[in-house]
């Protein structure tokens, strides 16, 4: 089963652009590249998911260099409310598979 | 449209007892999942329901557990003569039938004293 390695903590100062990088060697063919977010107290919420290159939406914007080992999340100017844990995944479209967290990288937004 | 409904969200039971943790999963969703969260860890898969069916509970302990998805009504998840170990938040996720995303509840807190 393929893993997933992020490092376990970050600072930010609000108004900061904060990238998250997630490291998976084995990722499957049809695996896409998925991140979570979940707040304390809170379960997980998707942020965005993606293929290769580059994908954006209003929250975030997901980078995946062509060999796909390797994927970042961007989060644009952070405030204190991006407090929270960022789970890297993989997910297969029309897949029932369920989904296998790693610890996450606990993100800390300072003022 | 109200997302994923899970009760209660806070549950204290001594050990021995059982504990039943419910999960309504969005409208028009099929397919529910239960994961379980130890402090400061991440979520980790317990098992895979579609309507009266057990796809998958390979992540379920094998004693004490037991999970349903009934034709009508919620997803129960059963714990059985709890032991402290098993204080935890469990959280429910649903999923459309041929769609990707999972929708999370808010978790249910499970404390065994």
């Known amino acids: 089963l393929a893993k997933t390695t992020q490092p376990i903590s970050m600072d930010s100062y609000e108004g900061q652009e904060v990238n998250i990088t997630c490291s998976h060697n084995n990722i499957a063919t049809n695996d896409y590249i998925t991140w979570y977010q979940q707040f304390p107290s809170q379960g997980p919420r998707f942020i965005i998911q993606?293929?290769?290159t580059k994908v954006t939406n209003e929250v975030a914007s997901l980078f995946i260099p062509a060999d796909r080992k390797s994927s970042t999340l961007s989060l644009p100017r952070v405030s204190l409310s991006d407090t929270a844990v960022y789970y890297c995944l993989f997910l297969s479209p029309g897949s029932a598979r369920q989904l296998t967290f790693g610890s996450g990288t606990q993100l800390t937004v300072l003022p | 449209n109200a997302g994923v409904m899970q009760n209660p969200r806070h549950l204290v039971r001594r050990r021995g007892q059982e504990a039943r943790l419910r999960c309504s999963p969005m409208?028009?969703?099929?397919?529910v999942y239960w994961y379980r969260q130890l402090p400061e860890e991440g979520l980790k898969f317990m098992v895979y329901?579609?309507?009266?069916?057990?796809?998958?509970e390979s992540g379920m302990p094998k004693e004490r557990f037991s999970a349903e998805f009934p034709k009508e009504g919620p997803s129960i998840l059963r714990i059985q003569q709890v032991v402290r170990g098993d204080s935890a938040a469990y959280f429910c996720?649903?999923?459309?039938?041929?769609?990707?995303?999972?929708?999370f509840g808010p978790g249910t807190r499970l404390t065994v004293t």
């Open positions: 996720a649903s999923k459309g039938q041929g769609t990707y995303e999972q929708y």
């Open positions: 409208k028009g969703h099929s397919h």
């Open positions: 993606g293929y290769k």
């Open positions: 329901l579609q309507k009266e069916n057990i796809i998958d």
